[in-house]
């Protein structure tokens, strides 16, 4: 469940859903956090916190605030890291989302027909919905290839990575800009943990797919360089 920073409507989603992962807007986190600063590197600061994958990445980051401005590393604290920050999303919900964008997006479109009679804002969304599905098959005749354009991105970003097998179904993948990260093949996660996270393999994880692929009947205890 995705919320709007809002005290009311939180605490009560809360009560009602104790088991879902709740989230806040980041929207809304920085639109509050203007109110104590509006300089740029605090906004970067804190797009980076809730962007770190791992709580290591998570943890330099709030240490690097610490040492900025301590008032500011104080109010970020108090903010419960589980709504906000990819590093500690559990995963479940298969969505690394920081933004209330879709709530925001529906509410827009149907803003014409919020007030008409029931009927009438029905066939308003089954209108908008119908125009909706005609332009995205626009894009999709327009795509290249059997994969969208962000897997073919995915796909050429993995054909940079190098692996090495090291057993129980563990890789160890590098990337081009001296990423590394360990691919767990047995239990489907990789250290960058953005697999996890969004249930899409990342480009790391995507090379050691595309290669168990082609080499399916090798001896897989090699370096391979695709
Ligand atoms: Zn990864």
């Not at 005290?7 to 009560?12: H, I, P, R």
């Not at 897997?151 to 990423?179: E, H, I, L, R």
Request: net charge positive.
């Amino acid at each position: 469940m995705l919320f709007t920073f809002c005290k009311g409507l939180v605490a009560s989603s809360w009560t009602l859903y104790p088991c879902a992962e709740h989230r806040f807007c980041l929207g809304h986190i920085h639109k509050n956090m203007k109110k104590i600063s509006r300089e740029k590197v605090f906004q970067d600061m804190l797009w980076n916190l809730a962007s770190a994958t791992t709580i290591q990445e998570f943890n330099h980051a709030m240490e690097e605030l610490r040492m900025l401005n301590n008032d500011f590393y104080e109010w970020v604290k108090a903010i419960r890291p589980q709504c906000w920050s990819r590093a500690h999303f559990i995963g479940r919900a298969h969505c690394d989302g920081l933004l209330n964008n879709l709530c925001e997006t529906i509410n827009n479109q149907i803003k014409k027909a919020r007030d008409q009679p029931i009927i009438t804002c029905l066939e308003y969304i089954r209108e908008y919905l119908m125009l909706r599905i005609v332009s995205v098959q626009k894009v999709i005749d327009k795509a290249v290839g059997p994969l969208t354009p962000t897997a073919t991105k995915k796909k050429s970003d993995a054909a940079q990575c190098v692996g090495k097998f090291c057993g129980n179904g563990k890789y160890q993948v590098s990337g081009p800009w001296m990423d590394q990260c360990v691919v767990n093949m047995v239990h489907h996660t990789c250290s960058c943990r953005r697999w996890e996270i969004t249930g899409i393999p990342c480009k790391l994880m995507g090379f050691i797919q595309t290669i168990l692929c082609m080499h399916a009947t090798l001896d897989l205890d090699l370096c391979f360089h695709y």
